[in-house]
């Protein structure tokens, strides 16, 4: 591909995180884990801003048009789109921001203002320099860009990535990322040079009722919990996953236990399977909306009675 393709074309492709759990290294610099759009900036005479699935977001943020004057050299940045709330990054915020009355944007751009962070570079003055080690890469966004209230560049910190993860968990953050010093800017590539270690939480669900789709594999779970008083009341569909292992289980389950009456009064209920409140699952999620929603739920397997 050519270079000019690269910016001209927006043919960029954001690098991807691989997991894993907090470690302490010399060899990798530690970031914090911003929960917002991830998005590549062009910059050239204007500002474009492009989302990791190649559409264009700049309409939703007028006050990121003008960045272009923040950066003094042609380019494509790597970074996060984020809102804050009470000085925390909030998807929450960023998702009350996006949306598609435009007559709107210009209102809420005041009211609940974004702020484009920068973590890389990997395009300048007409050259890839997706080849430069990310220390290196991190030294040039220092001299280009000059930060106000919508742009700022990434801090880390070295070597002690558990006490910066346990500080961000403290902190009801979402996590870290782990960064190779040396790497290499990898476009659409996931590896084990960028990490992201995430703050979970856990919730333990009985297990209600399973809707099954047109093939037969069961699709969603409908789990409840027990209130302060005892009483199962229900608490949301969990969408149960491909593993054959956890299918066949409850799918077995499911045969030997299913109960004529629903287990919850709601006319929304319909084309599930009741199955009796004995059987309990585990889930992570990284954390529960203003409506008590999960974010991110995953389905992590059955309790086994006792």
């Known amino acids: 591909m050519k270079r000019d393709d690269i910016f001209n074309e927006k043919k960029a492709r954001p690098m991807l995180l691989g997991i894993s759990e907090a470690f302490d290294s010399s060899d990798y610099l530690f970031e914090l ?18 989302n990791r699935r ?84 991190k030294e040039i966004l220092n001299e280009i860009v000059q930060e106000n209230e919508f742009i700022n560049i990434i801090r880390y ?5 558990k006490d910066f993860f346990n500080l961000i968990k403290k902190e009801k953050l979402e996590g870290i990322v782990a960064k190779n010093k040396m790497s290499i800017y990898q476009m659409g590539k996931r590896t084990v040079d960028w990490l992201k270690i ?22 969603d779970l409908i789990t409840g919990v027990y209130n302060k008083n005892n009483k199962l009341v229900y608490r949301d569909k969990l969408y149960l996953g491909s593993n054959q292992k956890n299918q ?22 319909k084309d599930i399977i009741w199955v009796k409140p004995i059987l309990t699952c585990k889930i992570n999620y990284s954390e529960k909306t203003s409506s008590g929603a999960w974010r991110n739920p995953v389905f992590k397997g059955f309790i086994p009675s006792t």
């Open 33 to 50: 884990k911003f929960d917002g759009i991830r998005a590549l900036l062009y910059v050239d005479n204007e500002t474009i801003i492009i």
């Open 54 to 137: 190649n559409n264009d977001e700049t309409k939703y943020f007028p006050e990121l048009s003008n960045l272009h004057q923040q950066v003094h050299k042609k380019c494509i940045l790597d970074g996060e789109i984020v809102c804050f709330k009470d000085g925390k990054p909030s998807f929450h915020q960023l998702l009350n921001r996006h949306v598609k009355d435009f007559a709107k944007t210009n209102y809420l751009a005041t009211k609940i203002p974004a702020v484009f962070i920068v973590f890389d570079i990997l395009f300048l003055e007409d050259n890839l320099i997706t080849e430069l080690p990310l220390i290196q890469r």
């Open 157 to 161: 910190i070295e070597n002690n990535g």
């Open 198 to 219: 995430k703050v979970t939480h856990q919730e333990n669900l009985v297990i209600c009722g399973v809707i099954f789709e047109a093939d037969g594999i069961i699709k």
């Open 248 to 269: 066949d289980f409850i799918q077995g389950f499911v045969k030997e236990n299913k109960i004529k009456s629903p287990l919850f009064a709601d006319s929304s209920f």
